[in-house]
């Protein structure tokens, strides 16, 4: 990661806190070939970090690398406040914003497994591992310890996938019209294009992550061409793997998408590592083959022509919008008409469709 791509992660890391509900009172980096072992930052940072949770009263920290067991109990220790790293951040942004008993049933599981993982090795576990057939002295202890997290998981994925199930069975029936999903970074606005195109009413919220459920909604692009429109959760770099897996019912909405509107923050300064991020997350939930076109949303914020230009000179096929003007929507509608029956979608025509 280069300097500026660590200065936008860390900045958007302090939107994850903001939005958590903490308020950012200070800011340390350290530039290191690999993390330290122990502690991440190694001792003399350490002690810097000391001093500025000293100076500024801070009671948590928290760390944009992702903490493994010992590294979060040591500098728990050291430092005498709560230590959180950026996947806990986002699975207690995601466990406030949980509405339906599905998104619930997700995060709970993600949260149980994160834990589990969160159990320190001891030290007779690390001496005796690797070598078969031996049971190291702390090994009955801390498996009657994870017991119970083990069995709540189990419950949870029992859970989840009956939901799953009665949802695949509800959704058997095949629908005459076209399905189109927005995908996107995490508050590019698809929740304001979904309100835009379908008239409909999902919930804003200038904040990262402000839904979670899948929303779908009927949409005429024009007269006899009428979509599903469906909205889903947002993307962001270092998505923890354990939500992804646990949201992938979710997320399958974009595998059986026939088109996707690739949905990204035009005003944003980084916005081509946005849309990398969203094709790596679509290649690591198995949609990168699916169709798309890539809208570049919020081109009235703050961005200039010369900004919109040069971003459509990267990405010639992109399609300049604002969803909250309604600019460039009417081009959106013919590049999706148009992209669907490339692809050889056609529409049904049902009564309630026709006239």
């Not at 330290?36 to 930052?41: C, M």
């Not at 992702?66 to 466990?95: H, P, W, Y």
Request: charged fraction near 25%; aromatic fraction near 4%; include cysteine.
């Amino acid at each position: 990661m280069d300097s500026a791509e660590a200065a936008d992660s860390l900045l958007e890391l302090g939107r994850l806190a903001e939005t958590a509900g903490f308020e950012v009172e200070g800011e340390l980096v350290q530039n290191r070939d690999k993390p330290h072992g122990g502690t991440l930052i190694g001792s003399g940072k350490l002690e810097e970090l000391k001093a500025l949770i000293a100076s500024t009263g801070a009671d948590t920290v928290i760390a944009d690398n992702e903490l493994n067991a010992i590294q979060a109990f040591n500098l728990g220790k050291a430092l005498s406040v709560r230590v959180m790293d950026r996947t806990e951040i986002i699975l207690e942004i995601f466990a406030r914003r949980a509405r339906s008993a599905e998104a619930q049933v997700q995060v709970e599981l993600a949260q149980q497994e994160f834990l589990l993982r969160r159990i320190p090795v001891t030290e007779s576990q690390q001496r005796f591992k690797g070598r078969a057939n031996v049971r190291g002295p702390g090994e009955g202890h801390l498996h009657l310890r994870n017991e119970p997290l083990r069995r709540r998981i189990a419950e949870l994925k029992r859970k989840l996938d009956t939901i799953q199930q009665r949802q695949t069975r509800r959704g058997g029936i095949r629908h005459p019209w076209p399905l189109v999903s927005l995908v996107g970074y995490t508050n590019a606005g698809k929740s304001t294009l979904l309100n835009a195109l379908a008239g409909a009413d999902a919930y804003v919220d200038d904040k990262l992550f402000a839904t979670l459920d899948t929303k779908t909604r009927r949409a005429w692009l024009a007269p006899a061409r009428e979509v599903l429109l469906t909205d889903t959760v947002g993307f962001i770099r270092n998505l923890p793997h354990s939500l992804v897996a646990s949201f992938r019912s979710t997320l399958d909405v974009a595998v059986q998408a026939d088109l996707l509107l690739i949905v990204v923050d035009a005003a944003y300064p980084c916005v081509d590592d946005h849309i990398s991020v969203c094709h790596t997350t679509l290649l690591e939930i198995g949609a990168h083959k699916v169709p798309y076109l890539l809208v570049l949303n919020k081109c009235d914020r703050g961005t200039s022509d010369h900004a919109v230009l040069h971003l459509t000179e990267r990405h010639p096929h992109a399609i300049p919008v604002s969803a909250r003007t309604g600019f460039g929507l009417d081009i959106l509608k013919r590049a999706i008409i148009e992209e669907l029956m490339k692809h050889g979608e056609a529409w049904s025509l049902p009564p309630a469709s026709q006239g």
